[in-house]
């Protein structure tokens, strides 16, 4: 964004709204995820002197473009909260949101040095003078927020920053990014997430899109989220967390219907005593679950403690009617001591 700043916002006696628009949109965007971003990890974001600059001149700009072009650019970014507040309200809120970032008190002397060059151009900025720094850093006790696991933060501010893309397809392209890079101790939470939250109408599509993407079973991005699924139960500690998350019908119903999936592609070609596949499996067009992590999974999902497990079975009838069922029942009977 620093060299953004640098090299694009150009503002002359010649310079027009349409040319100002495309840029106070990106602009505001961005200052809402830094925003949403310093507020959600409240006292552990650490900042660089850069970005506190880059915030600082995005900030002047669009006050400079509203002092032009008022109300109309406004309706045009559809920003009337932004451009409502004076220039003072905002720029204190940004300034206190700086200095309670982790170590964020050691801004206030740029803060303060830059304010008298800033208030050159906008006198808005010599509120920054008369800051209590040391006030604003400890006017807020620990809150309940604070103690929040660092697990919940990152899935909420990853659900925000998908949630604000333009387009379906946009969104789509990052879930299926975000469910092979993340684990599955952050997905957990965007399953447990409340109905009264914030952002609970994009929890529940994101729980949708990934409950579809698991049912369909063709996207590489499926064994990815099992094997971090089997990474994160590997710790016998988490098993209860599995579990409870598997309360949630329409991940264990997604869950069921990938792993029958696999299950009914897999036994065929499965080499009971190697525990792997057989060298005439098929090569698939999507990435591989390794079948004892499959196994592990499929095993925790039909223990006795697992909510799901009546219909697990139930689904898995059909299948273990067949000659690659049986092979199931005996791979699950050979592990099932081992894996208690």
């Not at 045009?76 to 964020?104: A, M, N």
């Not at 949630?163 to 890079?181: N, V």
Request: charged share 20%.
């Amino acid at each position: 964004m620093d060299l953004y700043i640098r090299e694009e916002l150009i503002l002359t006696s010649s310079t027009g709204l349409e040319n100002v628009v495309p840029h106070c949109l990106k602009l505001l965007a961005w200052l809402r995820a830094c925003q949403e971003e310093m507020l959600s990890q409240h006292r552990r974001m650490r900042l660089s002197q850069s970005l506190v600059e880059s915030m600082v001149k995005a900030t002047l700009y669009l006050f400079e473009c509203y002092d032009r072009f008022g109300k109309e650019l406004a309706e045009r970014c559809d920003s009337h909260g932004f451009f409502g507040d004076t220039p003072q309200e905002y720029i204190r809120e940004l300034c206190s949101s700086i200095v309670k970032t982790r170590r964020g008190e050691e801004y206030a002397p740029l803060l303060h040095m830059m304010h008298k060059a800033l208030a050159e151009i906008q006198p808005a900025w010599s509120v920054i003078r008369d800051l209590d720094w040391t006030q604003m850093r400890h006017s807020e006790a620990l809150t309940g927020d604070d103690l929040i696991s660092v697990d919940l933060q990152q899935m909420r501010r990853l659900v925000k920053r998908i949630g604000r893309l333009a387009s379906l397809q946009d969104m789509e392209k990052a879930l299926q990014r975000s469910l092979q890079l993340m684990g599955f101790h952050v997905w957990l939470h965007l399953f447990r997430e409340p109905r009264d939250s914030a952002i609970h109408l994009d929890c529940r599509l994101l729980r949708h899109m990934i409950c579809d993407t698991l049912t369909e079973g063709t996207s590489s991005a499926c064994a990815s989220f099992l094997h971090n699924i089997f990474i994160f139960v590997a710790l016998p500690a988490n098993e209860m967390r599995f579990w409870a998350c598997l309360e949630h019908g329409r991940l264990a119903d997604s869950l069921i219907a990938y792993l029958i999936g696999y299950w009914s592609r897999q036994l065929p070609y499965l080499d009971l005593e190697e525990m792997q596949l057989t060298p005439e499996a098929p090569a698939l067009q999507t990435a591989k679950l390794p079948v004892n992590e499959a196994t592990y999974v499929t095993h925790l999902m039909l223990a006795p403690c697992s909510p799901c497990r009546q219909q697990f079975r139930q689904q898995l009838r059909p299948l273990l009617s067949t000659a690659a069922g049986s092979q199931l029942l005996q791979l699950l009977n050979k592990v099932a001591y081992v894996y208690s």
